[in-house]
């Protein structure tokens, strides 16, 4: 059940476009020196990523490699994930539980100040009411209408290689509160190119009579 839910959660993230904007400071371009994620770099094998992390995998596909761990202090998920036998994403899916629907917003705000320290201003930050929803004027409910599925928080960074992305949102009552990691060369283009090649339009051909 856990498999699934992460595995859910980075289909949820789905594919975004690549913003061209960047931090005056070149933060974003200088933010990722040595590692993409962790102690890892994209297109690593799963033996490299093994040897990267001093924690048991709870999970060990060919596709994804699962551990339990931490991410700034709050208890996480952390995945791996695969293609062609090459690390394309990684990410960590918080498990904090709190009475107070509130408080998963003020961990998402948390850490999202963490990492515009790390990597500069964000290329896309919004918030957004799920179509049809009336609109909540009072803050103190922002929280219980995003466990609800009515309401998405969803903040974006690229840097040179990837394409870094916090989201909050839920469903049913239970709020989800993941950062993902996406390599920009290995899964974003790709994944942009094969949709561009699905929706175009067949080039029409030359009719009988020419």
């Not at 509130?102 to 009411?129: A, C, H, T």
């Not at 290689?161 to 790709?190: A, M, T, W």
Request: aromatic share 12%.
């Amino acid at each position: 059940m856990k498999k699934a839910i992460f595995l859910l959660f980075l289909i949820s993230f789905g594919v975004t476009f690549i913003s061209c904007s960047r931090d005056k400071d070149g933060k974003n371009e200088s933010a990722e020196k040595t590692y993409n994620f962790r102690n890892v770099r994209w297109g690593m094998s799963q033996e490299e990523v093994l040897e990267s992390e001093n924690l048991t995998p709870t999970t060990k596909r060919p596709d994804l490699i699962l551990y339990r761990g931490e991410y700034d202090g709050m208890s996480a998920f952390i995945g791996f994930n695969f293609e062609d036998k090459k690390l394309v994403r990684a990410g960590y899916l918080m498990r904090e539980k709190y009475e107070d629907p509130n408080s998963f917003v003020k961990d998402f705000e948390r850490m999202k100040q963490k990492l515009i320290e790390e990597y500069g201003s964000p290329s896309s930050d919004d918030i957004s009411w799920k179509e049809g929803e009336t609109v909540e004027e009072d803050p103190e409910k922002f929280g219980e209408a995003v466990c609800e599925g009515r309401l998405l928080y969803y903040t974006i960074w690229e840097t040179a290689k990837s394409l870094i992305k916090l989201r909050l949102d839920g469903l049913n009552g239970k709020c989800q509160l993941g950062l993902q990691y996406e390599s920009i060369d290995l899964f974003v283009i790709p994944r942009i190119d094969a949709s561009m090649r699905h929706s175009a339009a067949p080039t029409p051909g030359p009719s009988e009579s020419e």
